[in-house]
Protein backbone atom coordinates (compact mmCIF):
# COMPACT_ATOMS: atom_id res chain seq x y z
CA UNK A 1 0.00 0.00 0.00
CA UNK A 2 1.71 3.74 -1.02
CA UNK A 3 1.39 6.57 1.09
CA UNK A 4 -1.21 7.75 -1.36
CA UNK A 5 -3.44 5.17 -0.60
CA UNK A 6 -3.23 5.30 2.94
CA UNK A 7 -4.48 8.53 3.00
CA UNK A 8 -6.77 7.95 0.96
CA UNK A 9 -8.10 5.28 3.53
CA UNK A 10 -7.98 7.81 6.37
CA UNK A 11 -9.84 10.26 4.08
CA UNK A 12 -12.57 7.68 3.37
CA UNK A 13 -12.41 6.60 7.55
CA UNK A 14 -13.29 10.34 8.25
CA UNK A 15 -16.29 10.57 5.63
CA UNK A 16 -18.06 7.21 6.77
CA UNK A 17 -17.46 8.26 10.15
CA UNK A 18 -19.10 12.09 9.80
CA UNK A 19 -22.19 9.86 7.49
CA UNK A 20 -22.52 7.36 9.99
CA UNK A 21 -22.64 9.88 13.30
CA UNK A 22 -22.21 13.23 12.26
CA UNK A 23 -19.42 15.58 13.86
CA UNK A 24 -20.23 13.89 16.74
CA UNK A 25 -16.35 12.53 18.41
CA UNK A 26 -14.13 14.35 15.90
CA UNK A 27 -11.94 16.59 17.50
CA UNK A 28 -11.65 19.78 15.68
CA UNK A 29 -8.50 19.52 13.66
CA UNK A 30 -10.83 16.43 11.72
CA UNK A 31 -13.17 19.09 11.00
CA UNK A 32 -10.87 21.16 9.53
CA UNK A 33 -9.15 18.57 7.35
CA UNK A 34 -12.36 16.93 6.28
CA UNK A 35 -13.12 20.78 4.95
CA UNK A 36 -9.47 21.17 3.43
CA UNK A 37 -10.07 17.67 1.36
CA UNK A 38 -12.80 19.38 -0.29
CA UNK A 39 -10.39 21.66 -1.67
CA UNK A 40 -7.58 19.13 -1.81
CA UNK A 41 -8.34 15.95 -2.77
CA UNK A 42 -5.23 14.04 -3.57
CA UNK A 43 -3.28 15.77 -0.42
CA UNK A 44 -2.72 14.81 2.75
CA UNK A 45 -4.95 17.51 4.89
CA UNK A 46 -4.18 16.38 8.42
CA UNK A 47 -0.71 18.31 8.96
CA UNK A 48 -2.34 21.62 7.49
CA UNK A 49 -5.63 21.05 9.95
CA UNK A 50 -3.47 20.77 12.98
CA UNK A 51 -1.61 23.84 11.82
CA UNK A 52 -4.44 25.74 11.51
CA UNK A 53 -5.82 24.72 14.86
CA UNK A 54 -2.38 25.60 16.59
CA UNK A 55 -2.66 28.99 14.82
CA UNK A 56 -6.34 29.68 15.42
CA UNK A 57 -7.07 27.37 18.68
CA UNK A 58 -10.15 26.29 17.77
CA UNK A 59 -12.48 25.01 15.10
CA UNK A 60 -14.12 28.77 15.39
CA UNK A 61 -10.71 30.55 15.22
CA UNK A 62 -9.91 29.31 11.58
CA UNK A 63 -13.60 29.39 10.37
CA UNK A 64 -13.17 32.99 11.36
CA UNK A 65 -9.99 33.23 9.94
CA UNK A 66 -9.51 35.61 6.80
CA UNK A 67 -8.58 33.77 3.24
CA UNK A 68 -5.24 35.64 3.38
CA UNK A 69 -4.48 33.64 7.22
CA UNK A 70 -5.86 30.85 6.02
CA UNK A 71 -3.43 30.63 2.97
CA UNK A 72 -0.34 31.42 5.40
CA UNK A 73 -0.37 27.86 6.41
CA UNK A 74 1.25 25.38 4.14
CA UNK A 75 -1.13 23.19 1.77
CA UNK A 76 -3.69 25.62 2.55
CA UNK A 77 -4.37 27.18 -0.58
CA UNK A 78 -7.21 29.74 -2.50
CA UNK A 79 -9.06 26.55 -2.98
CA UNK A 80 -9.27 25.51 0.48
CA UNK A 81 -9.44 29.23 1.90
CA UNK A 82 -12.33 29.74 -0.24
CA UNK A 83 -14.63 26.21 0.94
CA UNK A 84 -13.65 27.31 4.54
CA UNK A 85 -15.03 30.42 4.16
CA UNK A 86 -17.95 29.23 2.26
CA UNK A 87 -19.18 26.49 4.45
CA UNK A 88 -18.31 29.39 7.20
CA UNK A 89 -21.19 31.87 5.65
CA UNK A 90 -23.62 28.69 4.45
CA UNK A 91 -23.88 28.25 8.26
CA UNK A 92 -24.46 31.48 9.10
CA UNK A 93 -27.10 31.91 6.36
CA UNK A 94 -28.67 28.68 7.91
CA UNK A 95 -28.88 29.30 11.44
CA UNK A 96 -30.34 33.15 10.83
CA UNK A 97 -32.92 31.73 8.98
CA UNK A 98 -33.68 29.45 11.58
CA UNK A 99 -34.54 31.39 13.75
CA UNK A 100 -36.34 34.30 12.35
CA UNK A 101 -39.89 34.36 12.97
CA UNK A 102 -39.36 31.91 16.37
CA UNK A 103 -40.58 33.00 19.30
CA UNK A 104 -37.05 32.93 20.81
CA UNK A 105 -36.76 35.80 23.66
CA UNK A 106 -37.73 34.71 26.86
CA UNK A 107 -34.75 35.77 28.72
CA UNK A 108 -31.42 36.83 28.00
CA UNK A 109 -29.76 33.27 28.85
CA UNK A 110 -31.34 32.43 25.44
CA UNK A 111 -29.95 34.78 23.31
CA UNK A 112 -26.29 34.69 24.99
CA UNK A 113 -27.01 30.41 24.35
CA UNK A 114 -28.26 31.48 20.22
CA UNK A 115 -25.17 33.84 20.20
CA UNK A 116 -22.27 32.92 21.98
CA UNK A 117 -20.55 30.39 19.47
CA UNK A 118 -20.95 32.89 16.95
CA UNK A 119 -19.72 36.19 18.86
CA UNK A 120 -16.85 34.28 21.30
CA UNK A 121 -13.57 34.59 19.56
CA UNK A 122 -14.57 37.86 17.20
CA UNK A 123 -11.12 39.68 17.67
CA UNK A 124 -13.01 42.95 17.70
CA UNK A 125 -16.01 44.52 19.22
CA UNK A 126 -18.68 43.44 17.10
CA UNK A 127 -22.53 45.09 17.77
CA UNK A 128 -25.74 43.08 16.73
CA UNK A 129 -29.51 44.53 17.08
CA UNK A 130 -32.14 41.64 17.31
CA UNK A 131 -35.22 43.43 16.10
CA UNK A 132 -38.67 41.26 17.11
CA UNK A 133 -42.51 41.56 16.15
CA UNK A 134 -44.87 42.60 19.36
CA UNK A 135 -45.04 38.68 20.21
CA UNK A 136 -41.24 38.81 20.38
CA UNK A 137 -40.77 36.92 17.48
CA UNK A 138 -37.08 37.62 16.06
CA UNK A 139 -38.08 39.44 12.67
CA UNK A 140 -34.29 40.07 11.77
CA UNK A 141 -30.44 40.26 13.09
CA UNK A 142 -28.35 43.14 11.67
CA UNK A 143 -24.62 43.39 12.48
CA UNK A 144 -24.12 47.49 12.84
CA UNK A 145 -20.35 47.70 13.06
CA UNK A 146 -17.02 46.22 14.26
CA UNK A 147 -15.01 48.12 16.88
CA UNK A 148 -15.00 49.79 20.23
CA UNK A 149 -18.58 50.53 21.13
CA UNK A 150 -19.30 54.28 21.50
CA UNK A 151 -21.49 56.64 20.23
CA UNK A 152 -18.86 58.02 18.04
CA UNK A 153 -19.73 55.03 15.98
CA UNK A 154 -22.98 53.59 16.94
CA UNK A 155 -25.25 56.13 15.84
CA UNK A 156 -29.33 55.89 17.74
CA UNK A 157 -30.42 57.71 14.60
CA UNK A 158 -29.25 54.73 11.74
CA UNK A 159 -30.50 51.80 14.87
CA UNK A 160 -33.96 53.23 14.87
CA UNK A 161 -34.27 53.61 11.29
CA UNK A 162 -33.52 49.67 10.68
CA UNK A 163 -36.31 49.56 13.68
CA UNK A 164 -38.67 51.55 11.53
CA UNK A 165 -37.40 49.03 8.41
CA UNK A 166 -38.20 46.03 9.75
CA UNK A 167 -41.60 47.29 11.57
CA UNK A 168 -39.98 46.02 15.17
CA UNK A 169 -41.81 46.95 17.88
CA UNK A 170 -38.84 45.88 19.96
CA UNK A 171 -34.89 45.36 20.15
CA UNK A 172 -31.96 43.75 22.07
CA UNK A 173 -28.36 44.81 21.58
CA UNK A 174 -25.73 42.32 21.66
CA UNK A 175 -21.67 42.37 21.71
CA UNK A 176 -18.90 40.87 23.06
CA UNK A 177 -15.76 42.19 24.45
CA UNK A 178 -12.77 40.08 23.43
CA UNK A 179 -10.81 40.15 26.66
CA UNK A 180 -13.99 37.83 27.72
CA UNK A 181 -14.65 39.51 31.10
CA UNK A 182 -18.61 40.99 30.12
CA UNK A 183 -18.80 43.89 32.39
CA UNK A 184 -19.80 47.22 30.52
CA UNK A 185 -17.44 50.15 30.42
CA UNK A 186 -18.80 53.76 31.10
CA UNK A 187 -19.17 53.40 27.11
CA UNK A 188 -21.15 50.84 26.99
CA UNK A 189 -23.39 52.21 29.70
CA UNK A 190 -23.71 55.69 28.05
CA UNK A 191 -24.57 54.40 24.63
CA UNK A 192 -27.31 52.06 25.96
CA UNK A 193 -28.84 54.79 27.87
CA UNK A 194 -28.70 57.08 24.78
CA UNK A 195 -30.41 53.88 22.63
CA UNK A 196 -32.76 53.59 25.26
CA UNK A 197 -33.82 57.04 24.72
CA UNK A 198 -33.84 57.38 21.14
CA UNK A 199 -35.90 53.63 21.09
CA UNK A 200 -38.33 55.47 23.82
CA UNK A 201 -38.63 58.76 21.63
CA UNK A 202 -40.52 56.12 18.81
CA UNK A 203 -42.11 54.02 21.53
CA UNK A 204 -39.86 51.16 20.26
CA UNK A 205 -39.05 49.56 23.89
CA UNK A 206 -35.75 47.98 24.52
CA UNK A 207 -35.41 44.49 26.28
CA UNK A 208 -31.88 44.05 26.79
CA UNK A 209 -27.97 44.86 26.01
CA UNK A 210 -26.35 41.50 26.47
CA UNK A 211 -22.65 42.17 27.01
CA UNK A 212 -20.52 38.28 25.99
CA UNK A 213 -17.63 37.82 27.59
CA UNK A 214 -16.22 34.37 28.35
CA UNK A 215 -18.60 31.69 28.52
CA UNK A 216 -20.01 34.63 30.71
CA UNK A 217 -22.58 38.07 30.20
CA UNK A 218 -23.78 40.33 31.36
CA UNK A 219 -27.56 41.79 30.91
CA UNK A 220 -28.41 45.32 30.97
CA UNK A 221 -32.06 44.32 31.73
CA UNK A 222 -31.08 41.60 34.46
CA UNK A 223 -29.40 44.28 36.53
CA UNK A 224 -32.19 46.60 36.08
CA UNK A 225 -30.12 49.15 34.37
CA UNK A 226 -32.73 48.92 30.59
CA UNK A 227 -35.77 49.93 33.19
CA UNK A 228 -33.65 52.71 35.30
CA UNK A 229 -32.90 54.04 31.66
CA UNK A 230 -36.43 54.15 30.86
CA UNK A 231 -37.59 55.73 33.58
CA UNK A 232 -35.05 58.75 33.41
CA UNK A 233 -36.41 59.01 29.93
CA UNK A 234 -39.97 58.94 31.05
CA UNK A 235 -38.88 61.60 33.95
CA UNK A 236 -37.13 63.89 31.57
CA UNK A 237 -40.19 64.06 29.59
CA UNK A 238 -42.74 65.13 32.05
CA UNK A 239 -40.66 67.59 33.62
CA UNK A 240 -39.88 69.19 29.67
CA UNK A 241 -43.93 68.86 29.49
CA UNK A 242 -43.92 70.41 32.45
CA UNK A 243 -41.75 73.45 31.76
CA UNK A 244 -43.93 74.18 28.54
CA UNK A 245 -46.81 74.26 30.04
CA UNK A 246 -45.48 76.68 32.72
CA UNK A 247 -44.41 78.71 29.87
CA UNK A 248 -47.28 78.80 27.91
CA UNK A 249 -49.47 80.04 31.15
CA UNK A 250 -46.94 82.10 31.57
CA UNK A 251 -46.17 80.96 35.18
CA UNK A 252 -42.24 80.73 34.75
CA UNK A 253 -42.44 84.53 34.03
CA UNK A 254 -40.83 87.06 36.77
Not at 5 to 22: A, P, Y
Not at 106 to 122: A, C, G, K, P
Amino acid sequence: MTLNDKGQGHRRRLRERFIKGGLSGFHDYEIVELLLSLGTPRKDCKPPAKEAIDRFKTLRGVLEASPGELQQIKDIGPHSAFGIKLVQEVARKFLKEKIIDKPVYTSSQEVFDFLYHSMRDLKKETFRVIYLNSQNQIIDINELFAGTVNLSVIHPREVIEGALKHSAVSLIFVHNHPSGNPAPSQHDKTVTRELVYAASIMQIKVLDHIIIGDNTYFSFAGEGLIEAYALDFLSLKARGASGARRKRTGSGAD
